[in-house]
């Protein structure tokens, strides 16, 4: 049903653009399928929560753990407006084991149960990066073999710990370079181009029922980057690894154009049979934001949300963080910030309106 309802949508792409900014504000009932299993989300009416389940998608956050247990505002925010989590950190290498073969899964069992409480999905995030990995592997001399084996370890007891209890995996993360070429990693030097297609084949024997993706950013248009991983998962498909879905990061800046190809990227993973999702979206700003800023980053968060809504196998539309008060953008991008679709007080922003009213467009069309 959803499939049709989005292909119809699709054909009718211009009305949906034109349309979404003229509508009004008003609250649109909760209900509908659940289309992606667990029982219904603790999310209020008219969350983005709630209007993401009416329109056929979860709707979703990255969390910050430690202001789960330390601010109330902030876990309140997570456990009500949104229907799936993303863990920030803590499901990286560097935190589930610091030390070879010594694991500590207690900030990442708290995250699945704190979902599982309050009926949330959870993406997990990630297996294999080139980043935050423990030191102890970052510094070892491993061979080919032993790191391969390394690997294989650590890709079966995160997945198997968890199995049952994660909806979609982030296996493969930033495997690619701007230009198509793939990213000079310690996987790609000591194992080759084929650790993509074994991270995939060892987190599928380890839970079958998990859908496995893989996640990059600078993919959201039709580019270099986005062709390369378009023709390896082609390539994929075809030699029946089991790769189920292509995450798009959705990292923009007001500074730069937004990618209003974005729906037509997708279209094309959606016609390997794919599944897509935005999993980490947010628009940064150069400081200090104004009206004119603001406005310019509701937009690309609504670029962002229609790409997906446009698109009938997108499942999942994940915010990285909702709130300004805990953005990763400053430390990274000195002097930009306010990428959240709230401010550091909790209050909506212009990207949560447009969030809000796009889904309440779309959840009208069910």
Not at 298 to 317: I, Q, S
């Amino acid at each position: 049903m959803l499939k049709a309802t989005r292909s119809m949508a699709v054909g009718t792409a211009a009305a949906l653009l034109l349309s979404v900014f003229a509508l009004s504000s008003a609250d649109a009932a909760t209900g509908g399928p659940v289309r992606h299993g667990g029982k219904a989300p603790n999310a209020a009416p008219g969350t983005l929560g709630a209007l993401g389940l009416k329109a056929g998608l979860r709707v979703g956050t990255a969390v910050n753990t430690s202001a789960l247990a330390d601010d109330a505002p902030y876990r309140a925010g997570v456990a009500k407006e949104f229907s799936s989590v993303t863990p920030e950190n803590v499901m990286k290498w560097e935190a589930v084991e610091p030390e070879r073969g010594t694991y500590d899964w207690a900030a990442a069992d708290g995250l699945v149960d704190f979902a599982r409480k309050n009926g949330q999905l959870v993406r997990g995030h990630t297996l294999v990066w080139h980043n935050q990995l423990p030191a102890w592997l970052n510094e070892g001399d491993f061979t080919p073999k032993e790191l391969r084996e390394i690997l294989h370890r650590h890709i079966t007891d995160q997945v198997t710990h968890f199995k049952g209890r994660i909806w979609q995996w982030d296996v493969v993360n930033e495997a690619f370079d701007d230009d198509g070429t793939m990213r000079d990693s310690i996987w790609l030097r000591k194992l080759g181009p084929g650790y993509i297609a074994d991270a995939f084949r060892w987190a599928h024997e380890a839970d079958p029922k998990a859908r496995l993706f893989i996640n990059d950013y600078n993919i959201e248009g039709v580019n270099a980057k986005s062709t390369a991983l378009y023709a390896l998962v082609t390539q994929l498909r075809k030699q029946r690894v089991p790769v189920h879905g292509v995450g798009i990061q959705g990292h923009l800046a007001v500074q730069y154009s937004a990618p209003h190809d974005i729906a037509d990227n997708m279209l094309r993973f959606d016609r390997l049979g794919l599944e897509t999702a935005i999993t980490e979206a947010d628009v940064r700003i150069p400081m200090p934001a104004d009206s004119t800023k603001l406005e310019a980053q509701a937009e690309g968060y609504g670029v962002l949300l229609r790409g997906c809504l446009l698109t009938p196998g997108c499942n999942d539309f994940t915010v990285w963080g909702f709130t300004d008060a805990y953005s990763w953008v400053p430390d990274t991008f000195p002097g930009e910030g306010a990428a959240n679709i709230l401010d550091e007080a909790y209050l909506p922003k212009p990207a949560y309106g447009t969030l809000r009213q796009t889904l309440t467009l779309a959840a009208g069309r069910h």
